[in-house]
C-alpha cells in the first residue's frame, strides 16, 4: 500500500445520470476526506469520516450526494442526477487521527465531466 | 472561518532563478500548514509540512517558513527548473468540532522558463 488510490481517474457522464467513485486510503489512516476541485480553484471540502463515521458534510454537499465508507475501509462517494455544474476534480485524502501533524495524503483524484 | 490567500496568482520566471510564492491566512490557531504541489490534472503532492511549534522546514531545494502570529507562510524554490512548473497549494489545518479541517489557498500556478 503506496497512498491512497482514486477509481475511475476519469468519468465522462451524461445529465442526469448517477455516478459513483471510489477512494482506497493508506491502510492505517483512519480518517478520509472527500474534497472537490474546480478549475482555477483550491480544493473544496465535501465531508469527513473517522473509521466508518461520517462525522461532518458540508454545505456543498447536496441531497443527490452521498458517501459512505463501509468497514471504515474504502469510501464511495455518489453523485445522483448529474448536473453540468458537479463538473469538477473529486480528490479523496487520508490522514492519521493521533498524529495531526502528518498532514493529509491525497489520491490522485476523479475527473468527472458531465455533458 | 479561516481564510487563506495565496499571492501571485500567477508567475513566470527564468530557469536559475530563486522565487518566493507566499501564503496568508486569517486565523491563526493552526494545528499545521502544508504546502502541496499540483501538477495539470492530477492530483495533490505534499511537499512540506510545517507543524504550528516550527518556524520552518526544508527538503532540498524547498524551504518553507511559518510565522503563525502575523498569518504568513511562505514557500522559497532555489534554483528553479523547468520541473518546477506546477500550481503550488497552501493549505492550513486547525481543529473544528474535534477534526482537523484544513482550509485550501487558490493556489499559485508557476511557469520556469527554460
Known amino acids: 500500500d503506496t497512498g491512497v488510490s482514486q477509481d475511475p481517474r476519469h468519468k465522462i457522464t451524461k445529465r442526469g445520470q448517477n455516478v459513483t467513485f471510489r477512494c482506497d486510503p493508506i491502510?492505517?489512516?483512519?480518517?478520509l476526506y472527500w474534497y472537490r476541485q474546480t478549475l482555477g480553484q483550491g480544493p473544496e471540502f465535501l465531508t469527513y469520516f473517522q473509521n466508518e463515521a461520517q462525522l461532518e458534510k458540508s454545505r456543498l454537499l447536496s441531497d443527490r450526494f452521498s458517501a459512505e465508507r463501509p468497514k471504515g475501509s474504502f469510501s464511495t462517494l455518489e453523485i445522483q442526477r448529474t448536473e453540468q455544474g458537479d463538473s469538477a476534480m473529486y480528490l479523496c485524502?487520508?490522514?492519521?487521527?493521533?498524529?495531526?501533524?502528518?498532514?493529509?495524503?491525497f489520491g490522485s483524484g476523479t475527473r468527472l465531466t458531465v455533458v | 472561518k479561516q481564510e487563506v490567500t495565496q499571492i501571485p496568482a500567477a508567475l513566470s520566471v527564468p530557469e536559475g532563478e530563486n522565487l518566493v510564492l507566499n501564503c496568508s491566512f486569517t486565523?491563526?490557531?493552526?494545528?499545521?500548514l502544508q504546502w502541496f504541489r499540483q501538477d495539470p490534472g492530477k492530483g495533490l503532492t505534499s511537499l512540506l509540512l510545517?507543524?504550528?511549534?516550527?518556524r520552518e522546514q526544508t527538503s532540498g531545494r524547498l524551504n518553507a517558513s511559518l510565522d503563525k502570529s502575523s498569518g504568513r507562510s511562505t514557500l522559497y524554490i532555489a534554483a528553479s527548473q523547468p520541473g518546477d512548473s506546477a500550481t503550488y497549494l497552501c493549505a492550513v489545518s486547525r481543529n473544528s468540532g474535534g477534526y482537523q479541517k484544513v482550509t485550501f489557498g487558490t493556489g499559485t500556478k508557476l511557469q520556469v522558463i527554460p
Open positions: 510545517i507543524q504550528s511549534s516550527q
Open positions: 485524502a487520508s490522514s492519521l487521527a493521533t498524529a495531526t501533524n502528518y498532514g493529509y495524503t
Open positions: 486565523d491563526s490557531a493552526i494545528y499545521n
Open positions: 491502510s492505517e489512516h483512519n480518517r
